[in-house]
T-cell receptor, first 116, second 114 residues
Framework: ETGVTQTPRHLVMGMTNKKSLKCEQH?????MYWYKQSAKKPLELMFV???????ENNSVPSRFSPECPNSSHLFLHLHTLQPEDSALYLC???????????????FGEGSRLTVL | GENVEQHPSTLSVQEGDSAVIKCTYS??????FPWYKQELGKRPQLIID?????GEKKDQRIAVTLNKTAKHFSLHITETQPEDSAVYFC?????????????FGSGTRLSIRP
C-alpha cells in the first residue's frame, strides 16, 4: 500500500463514451499529477496540480479534462477518445515546499485504458 | 523546455557484472535528477536522486554521478542481481519549476542474465 489508489484498474470504452478515472492519495501531499505511459512515450507528464491549482497542462488534448476538488482527490474525465489514447494512466502525488519539495513522486498502480 | 535523453534503451548484463545507464538533459537550470525503477506490472518507484550541489551519491550497490558542465548524469549498478531486472527511468526538473515537475527519459529495460 503506497498511499495512492487509482480506480478503475482497467477500463474499456468506445470512442463516443464518457468515463472518468479517479485517484486518491492518503499521504497528506499537496501536489498531484497525471502521467500517461505508453510504448511510444513512457511516463509522459499530462497535468500538475499544486495546492489544488492546475499549474501545468502539457499540451494535452481537450478530450482529457482534469479535476482536482481537493488536495487528496484527482480525476481525469475522458470523452470522445481515440484508439491511440489507449495507455496506462498513472496518478502520482508529492509534497511540495514553498521553495522546493523533496521531489519524490509516489505513484498509484495505474488505470489501463483501452479505447475501441 | 527541458528534454531528457536516455541510453541505452535495452541493456543485458551477466549476473554479478555492473550496469551503467546514461542520460543527458538540455536545461542548464535543472538542479534535481531522480532515478525511478519500474518492475514488470508495477508502479515506478524512486531508487536514488542527486541534486546539483554534489557530483556523486551512493546507496549500497547503486550510485549516480552528475556532470553539470556536460549536462549528463549516469546510474551505476554494481554486483547486479536478478531482482535488478526492470525498466529504469532518469529524470530532470525544468529550471523554472519546483522539484517535482520532472521530465522523464524514455527508459532503459535492464535484463540480468543468470
Amino acid at each position: 500500500e503506497t498511499g495512492v489508489t487509482q480506480t478503475p484498474r482497467h477500463l474499456v470504452m468506445g470512442m463516443t463514451n464518457k468515463k472518468s478515472l479517479k485517484c486518491e492519495q492518503h499521504l497528506g501531499h499537496n501536489a498531484m499529477y497525471w502521467y500517461k505511459q505508453s510504448a511510444k512515450k513512457p511516463l509522459e507528464l499530462m497535468f500538475v496540480y499544486n495546492f489544488k491549482e492546475q499549474t501545468e497542462n502539457n499540451s494535452v488534448p481537450s478530450r482529457f479534462s482534469p479535476e482536482c476538488p481537493n488536495s487528496s482527490h484527482l480525476f481525469l474525465h475522458l470523452h470522445t477518445l481515440q484508439p491511440e489514447d489507449s495507455a496506462l494512466y498513472l496518478c502520482a502525488s508529492s509534497q511540495e515546499g514553498l521553495a522546493e519539495g523533496t521531489g519524490e513522486l509516489f505513484f498509484g498502480e495505474g488505470s489501463r485504458l483501452t479505447v475501441l | 523546455g527541458e528534454n531528457v535523453e536516455q541510453h541505452p534503451s535495452t541493456l543485458s548484463v551477466q549476473e554479478g557484472d555492473s550496469a551503467v545507464i546514461k542520460c543527458t538533459y538540455s536545461d542548464s537550470a535543472s538542479n534535481y535528477f531522480p532515478w525511478y525503477k519500474q518492475e514488470l506490472g508495477k508502479r515506478p518507484q524512486l531508487i536514488i536522486d542527486i541534486r546539483s550541489n554534489v557530483g556523486e551519491k551512493k546507496d549500497q550497490r547503486i550510485a549516480v554521478t552528475l556532470n553539470k558542465t556536460a549536462k549528463h548524469f549516469s546510474l551505476h549498478i554494481t554486483e547486479t542481481q536478478p531482482e535488478d531486472s526492470a525498466v529504469y527511468f532518469c529524470a530532470a526538473n525544468p529550471g523554472y519549476s519546483s522539484a517535482s515537475k520532472i521530465i522523464f527519459g524514455s527508459g532503459t529495460r535492464l535484463s540480468i542474465r543468470p
